[in-house]
């Protein structure tokens, strides 16, 4: 059973471009995050979602938007894609409560996105 | 600004030789931790947490961690090194900063730890 899943695991796409990442839990958590992995693989949060509310919102370009249909699915949508944008995304769902944060976090397997 | 650093960017070890992965830390207020390991093409997967209690925290794969308020540290280590522990180790802490609550994780840099046969 795949816990954290996404898709596409490769994508490969030209610069201006849109392309969106699916990720899906099935671990019944009601928070879910999208991390960006650079090459030197820093691990930076862009978003979570709570129960499909956006709750945390780093300093992404506008060009970055998640969506969450429901609090099993956080996917991330990226518009005019740039060279800068070539990295490893991971979505990751952890079954936070308010007032406590010491769960852990579950990743997925990550989607590879190359801009040429 | 709360922050966690991993102070070396790789660590060899031979096969059957105790392993330690350094971390120390940065917050206001009582820490909670996370170390998680990246093999090869693959997502970060839990190893232990410490948030309170016994400062040897135990996890999976025969790590476990000490956590040492005084030093502001956080030191993975495993007695035995396999070959196969070799992958890249993350250090995380939970951003206090950050209201609501919700587990913002901040991580460090990562180390690689290469086990030679």
């Not at chain 1, 695991?9 to 992995?37: A, F, P, R």
């Not at chain 1, 060279?83 to 010491?102: E, R």
């Not at chain 2, 993350?90 to 913002?104: I, P």
């Amino acid at each position: 059973d795949t816990a954290v899943s996404q898709t596409p695991k490769y994508l490969v796409t030209q610069m201006g471009n849109d392309k969106s990442i699916k990720c899906e839990q099935n671990l019944g958590h009601d928070t879910m995050y999208w991390y960006k992995q650079d090459s030197k693989k820093f691990l930076k949060i862009m978003f979570s979602y709570n129960n499909k509310e956006l709750i945390i919102n780093e300093t992404v370009p506008n060009r970055f938007s998640p969506k969450s249909p429901d609090k099993a699915h956080l996917n991330l949508h990226i518009n005019s894609l740039e060279l800068g944008d070539s990295a490893v995304y991971f979505c990751a769902s952890s079954p936070v409560l308010p007032g406590q944060g010491s769960y852990e976090q579950y990743f997925g397997p990550g989607t590879r996105l190359t801009v040429t | 600004a709360q922050s966690v650093a991993q102070p070396e960017d790789q660590v060899n070890v031979a096969e059957g030789n105790p392993l330690t992965v350094k971390c120390t830390y940065s917050v206001s207020g009582n820490p909670y931790l996370f170390w998680y390991v990246q093999y090869p093409n693959r997502g970060l997967q839990f190893l232990l947490k410490y948030i309170t209690g016994d400062n040897l925290v135990k996890g999976s794969y025969g790590f476990e961690a000490e956590f040492n308020k005084s030093q502001t540290s956080f030191h993975l280590k495993k007695p035995s090194a396999l070959v196969s522990d070799s992958a890249l180790y993350f250090c995380a802490v939970r951003d206090l900063m950050f209201s609501g609550g919700y587990n913002k994780l901040i991580f460090g840099a990562g180390t690689r730890l290469a086990v030679h046969p």
